[in-house]
């Protein structure tokens, strides 16, 4: 069984090395960061500070849009804008890596300490009972003060994320 994670979108851009596990993961997406996407690849800011870098992930988010867009993943992801918190079919992102987009609604539960797409995250981990892998440590802090019960990872620790013995959504 992969491990899960929760993920927003433009971290699979970010950070290639997540897409090439050891082993086998499955990211959970909530749809807002898909969504999200479209914001950074016609957004005349910079995401990175170095203007090559800024190029490449710029890329990378243009190629992760097509791939969404692809006639079956496109399918896959309108099935899950139906209803409410429902999911798509898993989407193959190479060999060892899926995509599941959850249809999450941000319901200002969080609203005084996160922002709606931070909320969208918490609220993910919360109904999958997975841990959310994220490059935040604001995102981390501001989880803790909140006495939020959910597991978050650095994506700097995702190596020891991947690791046995870390508790995935199948024994919590």
């Not at 990211?27 to 800024?54: A, G, K």
């Not at 990872?153 to 919590?172: C, N, V």
């Amino acid at each position: 069984m992969p491990r899960r994670f929760i993920i927003e979108a433009v971290m699979l851009a970010i950070y290639g090395e997540i897409t090439a596990p050891a082993a086998p993961v499955e990211y959970i997406v909530p749809y807002p960061t898909i969504m999200e996407l479209y914001e950074f690849q016609n957004s005349p800011e910079p995401l990175m500070s170095d203007p090559d870098d800024d190029l490449y992930v710029k890329s990378k988010i243009n190629e992760l849009i097509a791939y969404l867009e692809e006639p079956l993943n496109r399918k896959k992801l309108e099935r899950a804008l139906s209803i409410p918190w429902s999911k798509s079919p898993s989407i193959l992102l190479g060999n060892s890596v899926s995509l599941t987009i959850v249809n999450a609604l941000d319901n200002e539960q969080y609203g005084e300490f996160l922002d709606p797409i931070e909320t969208v995250m918490v609220l993910s981990s919360l109904k999958d009972t997975t841990p959310i892998l994220t490059d935040q440590p604001e995102l981390i802090s501001r989880i803790i003060e909140a006495e939020i019960p959910v597991q978050i990872f650095s994506i700097q620790d995702f190596h020891y994320a991947m690791e046995a013995g870390i508790l995935d959504s199948e024994q919590t």
